[in-house]
């Protein structure tokens, strides 16, 4: 996952809690029981390799260069491995067909976009957009897969509050984009302004959600 507000050449303390906060999550998905996620190597290797091309970002700031080249490669690396996991949770063989057939299609996408209209400069914004989407539609088909255990609310389901952080931050995201590009057009300062606090604020509900996860994982039995 990215998206995060690192638009300064020095980490802040607003950066210091966001990086504890997501080493948390990452430190718990390590201590989860993956026999209660189906696919979680997925996503304890998304938060790693988001982890890093957060460094890179920040490494590229400080240096004062473009940015965003890494963003290119790690957006459509975290669409395959959400696939990946999505396909583990769901015993539907046309969905899951679905789900492998939009993988090829994406990068296609991608490509389009970064020769006709990106150049691995500037963030990418129409590619995680689509990415957004799509993954928006399978988390809301993935909820009907949940699996009813008896005797245990669904809302002490890990599967539950994984969907549930990665719903609300894909599809906060999807609408946020919209008008994020306007106001880079329009509007940088509000743009940034917007970025840092509607982006930020996401991922701080995604990875604390996600750590709440790994958590429900660890407090009960297999399923």
Sequence with gaps: MCYSDHTRAMLTNSDIIYYLVYGTCL?????????????????????????????????????????????????????????????????????????????????IVTVLFIVY???????PSAIYNVSCLLNTIWLVRLFLDIEVVDHLPVFKLPLFWLYTALLIFY?????????????????????????????????????SVLTYAFICSRAMKKY
């Design 27 to 107: 430190i718990f998905s390590f201590r989860a029981r993956g026999v209660n996620i189906p696919g979680l190597v997925y996503l304890r290797l998304i938060l790693s390799l988001g982890l890093v091309n957060e460094m890179v970002v920040e490494s590229l700031q400080y240096l004062h260069k473009e940015e965003n080249p890494s963003n290119y490669i790690y957006i459509p690396i975290e669409y395959l491995l959400l696939v990946l996991f999505y396909s583990q949770n769901t015993h539907k063989k046309r969905f899951r067909k679905a789900l492998y057939l939009s993988i090829p299609l994406y990068m």
């Design 117 to 123: 209209r990106y150049h691995f400069k500037g963030y």
């Design 171 to 207: 599809s906060g995201l999807f609408f946020f984009n919209g008008a994020y590009g306007f106001f880079v057009d329009h509007d940088s300062k509000i743009a940034e302004s917007l970025r840092g606090y509607i982006a930020l604020g996401l991922n701080y509900i995604l990875y």
